[in-house]
Each structure stands twice: as C-alpha cells, then as structure tokens.
C-alpha cells in the first residue's frame, strides 16, 4: 500500500479540470517568486526537496525551448565557465580526507584518485538566442569527494562543512568536491533501455541499476597536475570548448568500456538534466542512441573492458506502462513485510548477459504480472524505485518524463499516465516553469485551453 505521506498530485485532480484550472489561476502569482529564486536555490541548496525522494533534479531540458524542441540539448547549445575561482576551498578538516579515502579503499580496493571536475553552478537560459544552458566548472578529485560529499561522509560532518561555505563564502557548498559524474539513457532500435547493476566492487550505490555511469575526465583535456585543484592555480590554458567536448564525449567512452557497444554505432548524446544525490553529488544526464537491437547489446557486452563495474545487465521497455506511479523512499518495505518484487541472482563477474540480474515477483506472492503486462524491472524504472534503481537513474526517468510531457515539434500528445509522472516530477523537483507547461498542456488536451 503506498505511505500516506505521498501525495500524487497529478491525481488529485485528475478529471476535475475546473478546479485544476482554479488552483493554476492562483498558484501563478507563488510560482513567480520561486522562479525569482531559482537560481539561487539550484547553486545553495542541492539536496532533495521531500524525504520521500532522495535525490533531486537542479536543472531539466524541459526547462528550455531547445531542450523541448530537441528532446535534449546538443553540445553546441551549451556553454562552458571554467576557472580556479570555481574550485574547491580548503577547510580545516580537510586532514578528514585522507582518514575517509584510505577506509574506502578496504571497501573497494579498485578506486583509484585522480582529478575531477567539479560543478560550481548551472544556470538555464529561457530565451531561444545564445545558449541553452551555462555551466561552471573548476577541478577537484575523486579523494576529495570521498572525504566530503560521498556516501557515507557524516552527517554532522557535511553539515558542518555547509555551515562554513555559507558563512565564509556565501556558498553552502563552498567546501564540498562536488566531483561531477555523467550518466546516459541507452536507448535500443528496438525500443528498449539497456541498464546495468552496479557491482560489490564500486564505491557507491552497489547492487542497484543504472545506465552507463562515469566521469568526464580532466586528463583528456591536459590537466593532470593535483595542484590544478587549488584556488590559486592557473587553468587559463585550458579552452572551455575542450572542457565542454569532454562532457558529452565521456558519456560514449563510458558506453564503450561499460557495454563494449562500438562508439560508431551510437548517436551524439544529449542532455536531458541534472541532478544531485542526498549528499550534493552532482550528475549530468544524457539520452543517447545506439543503432543496435537489444540482442545485439547482449552480444557484445562481453566486449566490455569494465564490465568489473556490474554484475549483470538487463533491458526495460522504452514505453512506460499506463498504471505506473513513483515508488517513494517512504514506500519501500519495512521489516517483516514481504516486498511486491525482488532481485534475484547477482550474476557472475563479466563478461555478463542481459537478464543474469533481474527482478522478478516472488513465486509465493500469489499475484502474476501487472495488468499492463510490462515487466517488473520495466515498472521498477519507470516507477522509479529505490529497491531497484539508483537516485542517478530515477531522476534520468523524471527527466524524460518531464522533456516527453512538454516536447515540442508536432506528433500525438503525450498520454495521461506521461503527464500525471511528467508533473509529479517536475513537482517534486519544484522545477515550477516545467509543471507550468505540463498544466497548460493539461488544460488544452481537456479542452479548456
């Protein structure tokens, strides 16, 4: 049974269209002053909005008529910052660094430190002329973000750090290595998402299921000197076009070496959002094309060359089902109780096949599939469940809800079960100018509009 603390608002007046048109007409004058605030609260607050979804949605292409337009922006509609002004500053604890990487190590012996880039801000731009987002970066390391923003840093410890940001910088995460990742919706010709459990050997989000995952890297670029990460260093050398290639070229390298997918047979990724985890971790997030069949992924994942990253891969479809709905943190089962699905089989080292991880419904539940008849790890990712899907991916599902709900161009409006997920997400996310399309959307398909 869903917790009564989640509230799909979708359907609180799904078939009362006049009331939703009365709620519009005075949630508008609310909504300008969280737009107001937008921007500030994407560079302060990178955390998740509700303890029912734990992560959030900073920035979606929803928001942008590119982005619309193109389901995803293009690299060519991006512009880069990139200076020692948006690195890290140091902290007096920074000595905690070297404490919480060496413990990391015994978890996962396969981590290595090398420079990352770190994500300062983002800013959308509205307008159709010049580009259709900004995006600041300095550089840091994958030892710092394990000594300040990863999974596991104590609370009281991350706290602290923002306390600091915010009083010496003015900037809650002045201090954190906000080390920035990218991830990719792999779409199939066939329709389908190719998705990959995390294995024991990562150092986080282990067991659960993402696209292919990694790190644009500043090595690619020309930086590999560790004193790149200071305020102080130079970095003037480094053209942001290369900063920026670098982002969107990541995203086919990690398909390369996490699927052995042959980096001709994809298309240019493009970028459908950004997001942060419960400690500020950001990510980029990507929709990227291959031009082969889910069987043809299969047969080459065994070409893989980090296939040690996953146990096991599997496919969802394309299409989400028409009965799905989130699966929020609060819903997930408590002890004693029996969970609607689980996984099975962790799956061998690589190479590994589709299926050698997936979910299936208890043999003893005493209940088949949905009424859809999608699968349950199509439900899972479309429902965005945390038993099964990492925070990375869900908020990659919000995102192509959200640029589905509000796509521009021509072609049959998206369906109701799209636009009631589509405007929960952006809800949720409080990406208040997306939810205002999807209503107006809303309006005109119920014909009041």
């Not at 801000?121 to 000594?147: M, N």
């Not at 644009?216 to 942001?240: C, Q």
């Not at 899972?380 to 990659?396: E, I, L, N, Q, Y």
Request: with cysteine; glycine share 8%.
């Amino acid at each position: 049974m869903k917790s009564p603390r989640v509230v799909n608002r979708s359907r609180c007046y799904s078939g009362k269209w006049s009331s939703l048109a009365q709620w519009l007409r005075r949630s508008t004058a609310g909504d300008k002053v969280a737009m107001a605030s937008k921007k500030a609260r994407t560079d302060e607050d990178m955390t998740p909005v509700t303890g029912e979804i734990d992560y959030r949605v900073v920035f979606s292409a929803a928001q942008v008529p590119a982005g619309r337009v193109g389901f995803g922006i293009g690299e060519e509609e991006v512009a880069i910052e990139f200076g020692a002004p948006f690195n890290r500053a140091a902290h007096p604890t920074d000595g905690e660094i070297d404490i919480a990487w060496r413990a990391k190590l015994l978890e996962a012996p396969k981590m290595w430190d090398a420079l990352k880039f770190r994500l300062a801000s983002l800013e959308a731009h509205k307008g159709s002329d010049g580009p259709a987002v900004t995006i600041r970066l300095g550089v840091t390391s994958y030892k710092d973000y394990v000594g300040t923003n990863a999974d596991g840093v104590p609370a009281a410890r991350l706290a602290s750090l923002r306390a600091d940001g915010r009083a010496n910088h003015a900037d809650a995460h002045a201090h954190e290595s906000r080390a920035l990742g990218v991830e990719t919706i792999l779409e199939t010709s066939d329709g389908n998402f190719v998705v990959l459990r995390r294995s024991a050997g990562v150092a986080t989000f282990r067991g659960v299921f993402n696209g292919p995952s990694g790190h644009p890297e500043p090595k690619d670029v020309g930086l590999v000197d560790a004193a790149s990460t200071s305020s102080a260093a130079d970095l003037t050398y480094i053209e942001p076009s290369a900063v920026r290639r670098e982002l969107f070229d990541s995203v086919r390298k990690e398909c390369v070496e996490e699927t052995g997918i042959p980096a001709d047979k994809m298309s240019a990724p493009r970028l459908i959002g950004a997001m942060t985890d419960a400690f500020g971790k950001p990510d980029l997030l990507f929709h990227t094309r291959v031009d082969l069949t889910a069987d043809e992924v299969k047969r080459c994942l065994a070409n893989a060359s980090e296939a040690w990253e996953s146990s096991g891969a599997d496919v969802v479809d394309a299409v989400p089902p028409d009965d799905v709905e989130r699966v929020g943190v609060g819903d997930v089962k408590k002890p004693g109780e029996k969970e609607p699905f689980r996984c099975i089989k962790l799956g061998d080292p690589a190479p590994f096949e589709l299926g050698s991880s997936v979910v299936l419904f208890p043999p003893d539940a005493g209940e088949g599939p949905p009424a859809s008849g999608a699968s349950a790890m199509t439900r899972a990712f479309w429902g965005r469940d945390p038993r099964v899907m990492s925070p990375v991916t869900r908020a990659a599902a919000d995102c192509v809800y959200m640029l589905a709900a509000t796509r521009e161009g021509g072609g049959e409006p998206a369906r109701e079960c799209v636009m009631n997920n589509a405007l929960d997400a952006a809800m949720d996310h409080e990406l208040h100018d997306v939810s205002r399309v999807i209503e107006r959307r809303m309006l005109a398909n119920a014909g009041f509009m």
